[in-house]
């Protein structure tokens, strides 16, 4: 399952960036931040990535008006971000965009997609 999923990643990341109009980073980081509000800190953590990208992103999406930057309830060293209206709005819209079938999907019979659909739903609730 790995193997199909990142030999098609690629494409899929470039698609969803052609869709979306931003890159995939930022999707990723507004995601996390409508989860909850975050330091920069814990969003570089979560995304996996290091502090200067993680300022890149921030500042993208501040620039963007998807999110903003507050003080620190009780570290005055840091800030934190969180997602502004437009930004929940803008996420909205962009989990609202069908997800692409990669052409290998189409291997499977109507009936092993719907069966393959219904496992990764199992899944996704598990995680959850």
Avoid: K
Avoid at 17 to 43: C, H, K, N, V, W
Avoid at 67 to 74: C, E, G, S
Wanted: with cysteine.
């Amino acid at each position: 399952m790995l193997s199909v999923v990142m030999d098609h990643r690629a494409q899929w990341r470039r698609a969803v960036e052609d869709r979306i109009g931003m890159p995939f980073s930022r999707y990723r980081a507004l995601r996390r931040i409508a989860d909850r509000s975050r330091t920069q800190r814990d969003l570089a953590n979560s995304l996996g990535v290091d502090a200067s990208a993680t300022t890149a992103i921030v500042a993208d999406l501040v620039e963007r008006g998807y999110i903003r930057q507050v003080p620190h309830a009780t570290d005055r060293r840091c800030r934190v971000v969180e997602i502004t209206d437009d930004g929940a709005t803008r996420l909205a819209e962009i989990q609202s965009i069908p997800d692409g079938v990669p052409e290998v999907m189409f291997a499977l019979s109507a009936t092993q997609q719907r069966d393959l659909a219904g496992l990764l739903d199992v899944l996704r609730t598990a995680q959850a």
